[in-house]
């Protein structure tokens, strides 16, 4: 049993309220048990310079948290007049993530801008921003389709995240919170599409390594969590949205 | 009549949810209208280094929006690089009003952070977010002192604060929002005390100038918007809090 | 009496040095009591891209001193990579000032760059800086309109400022200098129009306040203040500039 | 059979030459294909203020590229004022990686700093980068332990990378090179410990997906890989050092 | 003839004003034509990091221009954020230069500032700045010594600097105004102290060269232009202080 | 006998690597006893927005040190956010000079980078730098030619530097280590051109001063010494391209 009473490969409780904001085209608050992070996305109808000319779509994402999302306060990177390392790498693998299942070609020259802001964080801030800006991505693309200015559905298939970790204890768990993350050997943040494949899997060993046998072991606590993941999003982004993405999934 | 059917000297809606977030000593909520801040307060045990060995406080605040809280979406202040000259203002405006009400002496060798980060903005989000954020640090420092670290209750008195304006047909209104502050001709913010005393009085025509008796009429438009914010307040804070900072001043 | 023998109401001596350098296209020193700015202005032939194509002109600001303008040596700016809050809150006062009684449309899509460096500083300079940069604004719009560029005289009215305070004794005083100024419990920085009315009204009691009959005996000081100031401006501007003033404000 | 005649499974040349600056403690030129990158490490006599007090040293790395390392020049990023999200997510994985195989409370309060300076990219910098860095640290530890300074060895195991990936036409392929890189579907950067253990798994697809079947032959491909550069690794750090590290993996 | 009028070897005009502000330990105004610029120093009682414990003092400088100096407006340093290697190459001259006529362990553990603000521009700004500061500099160490906290005095020697340069006809003219400097082949600066000993030459050709026989010329050229600024500075500083170098000198 | 054994008037080893990387159009490792910079030469077919419309080329230098390029490790530009008055003063001063023998006409708009990056500093690492990146400078402008894009050649004459100096002991020497510069009174880099003239002097007593009798020698060892330079320069090069640049030189 783990000290908050779950099961190994449990998730803590998910909550995603959608249309949170008035004014993005799409905006979710996600809660993932004490983690809770807004999620909105802004469709821009123009392409970064590198991008210019070749008739596709972008999509990037950008990530923060509030100064009291965490036990201690954090100062603002506005602040420090910089934006720290561990800020770059969660919004470059948000950025990323959601491109693999993102059809950039029936995008058209449009980006799409992702904000993640935590407002209360309690591990794993990153996954459920990922999670998250799904549903708000889908949201705001769907207007865009519904809009007919687009000739394609731009999502292809559902794409969710969470992390899993092996405890002190060796113990393989799913899903950690704030207090197991900050104790346990390794950490891994895996990122899948509703087909099952992988898009990111990123793990580490701080001060610690892991055998090919624990990394298989994480991997499936990870399958399990994240298909369960699916089924909230399913319901956050509707009956239309999710026919059309298995449409376009079945093409 | 407004746009938006209130008449001239009419708040909008207000709402204060209090303990917001786990893990701030003090947070809160605040709605106006569609203005939405969320205030926190952190204690720390130490004062800047320009404070030190006076044997008094310190209250600082910084001012924030996400991405997304406007219509258009902003770049980030981290992006950037550096804080703009209007954030600066905002917090610098925030710190100065919070400090009239509270008995620096009294609080020792502390910091109250206050945070106000707006997370959907349809105007007066710094009168809103000093409005919250009495409230906030009021919790905070409520908790300080029932922890017996201080000899004297902090809290001189109430603080709340609200936008005034002369639209572009002459009318004096109350409690600006968006589109109304966007084509006023002159705006003004008011931070007032429980006791009727002003604590800042910024009135400002862009590319516009107003006269003697206009401004006779904002300040008393002002006036009564903010009694009414004082009750919000006070239910806010609690019976406890409220009955203190009372007492504190009938001494 | 005050400390300098002034009485409560009474200016410092003030003195405004015109064509002070030779290269600005207006440019004066402002002297008011020890407080000396150097004020600039300079007309650029475009303006920022937020006001492109829409025909009319625009006024800027900035603000700065010399590090050893007071007492302490002070860190330049350039030196820490970034501009302070108060400066910034100083450069955005002065150009929304200066754009009260600019007539944005008969300048044309021109700049006029406003540059005021505080060499020696004794309480006042934002205010001394404001009735400085209107001489020197008005100096290089008199020249630019002489050239037949312009087809309406760009200056709608004389504009001047000054400061008002309570100090420890409640004595409401007018124009203080820095000993003042740093020992008052109220500060109060007012920018008027010749015709008596206000563009900017900008109170703060720092760990202090006001009532609603302190504010009107404020008023009433700066108003006093002010009006002498404008006499200082027109010998300084001259005849002919003058009465184009004039007479724009009587149509 | 690829681009460059080499099999799926086959790394490029690999040359490592040990003291090749006269001034840091530890310093090395590792060449891969046409890969080259200078490791240098430096033994600080102090640790970071977040470490301080608690008997433990610290690994840090950075990590830079000259502007001409590449085929198209690049902005230095002392030029630009910062540093890159790459750069930043380079040099956190290189530090950590080190971390892993250093026995930190051995090494007492000091800091080694670890510098990979790139002078010719063609793919694998980062993985090179470690790789190459293992025996500039190992080479500066090995003489503080000489210097009589621990009193234990500070080094746990060998430490090595390398880079996988999947080919357009899917084929798994190992230790890519710029041309393989810029072109494939997933790209994965593997760490490993002497005793087959992993340290560090990042598996990208950018705009891509991949199987649990790709995972598995993924990570067989680096297997093989890092296993024959821990070879050019024992040659490289000399026989002692060799010697002392299997003595502490053998406790 | 030159353009104004002067011969070859021939200074513009020059007049020292000294305190020409109350804050600062010692100030003045230098004019060399219409180069104009304020000099300033400040003593601080301590001495850089790098310095301390030595028993020996510092002087450092800094320079900058007003916007409106020269012809064009100048982007502010602190606007841009940083200082451009122009001014920083100036500074540091500026600094170098004063030292070398500084008796540092005279001086004790204190730091001069030296503050040079051009406040017009017309060639030579450099050089102005250096004849100007150290009669700022030894305005302000005069004072130091006279309140009996040194026991030498600390300013070993005069120092003064002029520019020289080869015109496009080949001309080696004296004292460089802007017209002559920005079509100058050649340009040099030149600094010496009071017993005709050189402290710094600096001679650049840009797009150009210069032969061993020119550079003979200018080397007299700078020599005579010297020694006439040491009979301003003499008058400048007093008899008092002059009698003081002169003393310290033949010891 | 100097420490190293040198003669006062001896150059250290000289050697110069051509072709040293694989990617920029010229680049050479310069050794210069154990100074060793790699300088690249990167041709852009644009010229920056100051020169366009101008039918001329430009040449820009930047220079950087490895952090443990020196004894002491030093922190990078990159991570402090700017770049030092050192490197600023070195960068100007190194493309200063390759401009004075560059035919900048003959370049037509395009932009040459240099990029001088010392990899082992003891000494001299400025003069190296400009005497190694005359060599990839021209390198890749004999490309350049070769390819038949430009009519005339655009290299004017050989460009080399070295710095001399007087020691402690009054001694004049050439060719300074970093041993012998850290004690000398008297510091000077000297560029000169391959037809005997000078391009840049740059003499600095630091805390000290120096006769014209001691300039004359600093300059003759110089001149001894450069001529020895080009004598390198002339191997590295090859005969092709230093035929053309005699050819150039004669008419």
Redesign the interface.
Known sequence: MRHDERESFQLRPIQIDTDY????EG?VLITVG?TKV?C?A?I?EKVPPFMRGQGKGWVTA?Y?M??????Q?NI??????????????I??LIG?AL??VVD?EALGERTV?V?C?V??ADGGTRTASITGAFVAMTQALHKVYKDRKLSKYPVKDFLAATSVGILEDNEVVLDLNYIEDSQANVD?NIVM?G??????????????????DQ?QQL?KAAQEGISELFEHQRMAIGEEAAAKIEEKKSK
């Open positions: 904001l008035i004014h993005p905006s004490n807004i909105t802004t821009e950008e923060s509030l100064p009291r999302a965490t036990g306060r603002r990177e506005s602040a420090k007049g910089k934006i720290t390392g561990r800020t770059m790498e919004q470059r990323r491109r693999a950039l801008w904000d802001d407002i209360q891994m599409t087909n099952g494949e992988f898009v990111e899997v990123q793990g580490t060993g701080e001060e610690a390594t892991f055998s090919y990394l991997l």
